[in-house]
């Protein structure tokens, strides 16, 4: 599992995208806070700083750890798993989805970040949970439901899990990881449409 974990984890590195197409696309910056300065956020990646402004609009969530035993049926989730012999998948993390970004990514593919190692990145709604042992594994089975199919995930207790909130400003301290989703104006501007605060690492 350590290597998956590595694997996952990089697709969470942090780097900051500045150039699009045109205006209007979207931009992708993984980074830290350096500041927020009214409506004005810098953010630090490997690429140099980078100035995002912040509108009315602009949603911003949190993600929280939590217990894997807090995962419930009726959950929208996005978990990194492995296929194993029989047909399975050993998940390595798991991120719950705010209810407000139900079927965002629906669906089951490989790994976007790593698509030669393996590992498969699957978001759908939670349909079953039993708590099992497999091969000395104890954990708990996900049964989950996707449009046009299904697979079960075995989510061992030791793995990350997160569960994505709705927040505030209040959230983008100094420090903080951040995932944003943001547009480009014409003059190169960037605004923000969608900010998640990565929990910090356990």
Do not use: C
Not at 144 to 168: H, M, Q, S, T
């Amino acid at each position: 599992m350590g290597l998956i974990f590595a694997l996952s984890f990089l697709a969470w590195a942090f780097e900051a995208t500045t150039q699009v197409e045109r205006p209007g696309t979207p931009v992708s910056i993984r980074g830290k806070v350096l500041s927020l300065k009214d409506s004005e956020l810098m953010v630090a990646g490997p690429s140099g700083e980078v100035r995002v402004s912040l509108a009315d609009k602009t949603v911003i969530r949190g993600d929280v750890a939590i217990k894997l035993s807090e995962i419930t049926p009726g959950m929208y989730l996005g978990t990194t798993a492995t296929k194993q012999a029989d047909g399975s998948f050993l998940a390595s993390e798991v991120h719950v989805f705010s209810e407000d970004q139900r079927g965002t990514g629906e669906g089951h593919h490989p790994l976007r970040s790593a698509p030669q190692s393996g590992a498969t990145m699957t978001n759908a709604n939670v349909e079953r949970i039993e708590d099992v042992m497999v091969r000395e594994v104890k954990g708990r089975l996900l049964k989950l439901k996707y449009k046009g199919g299904e697979v079960n995930v075995l989510a061992p207790p030791d793995i990350p899990v997160v569960k994505r909130v709705l927040g505030d400003r209040s959230l983008l301290k100094p420090g903080v990881e951040v995932s944003i989703t943001a547009t480009q104006g014409a003059d190169g501007s960037l605004t923000a449409s969608q900010i998640t605060v990565r929990a910090r690492a356990r």
